[in-house]
């Protein structure tokens, strides 16, 4: 079994899109969320996570990028 620290796991994904398990998986069946490669359990590579939240709303992605990215980057090495 391979072991990584890279993405975040489903659990994380629901709570920063405030969504369900469900859409979760729903997302990665439509290819709009990345699953890690080699991941188990499955974990969700952050860029897509900002990809997905940055077609819903552009603006606030546009306006707080850099702390976006280090909140998801800091939920992977807290819980990888």
Excluded: H
């Amino acid at each position: 079994m391979m072991f990584t620290t890279r993405g975040i796991t489903i659990d994380q994904v629901m709570e920063a899109l405030n969504c369900s398990r469900s859409y979760v998986y729903k997302l990665i069946r439509r290819g709009e969320l990345s699953v890690v490669e080699g991941s188990n359990p499955i974990r969700i590579e952050t860029s897509s996570i900002i990809s997905k939240i940055r077609r819903l709303f552009p603006w606030l992605v546009d306006s707080c990028l850099i702390s976006l990215d280090y909140n998801l980057k800091r939920l992977e090495q807290q819980f990888g």
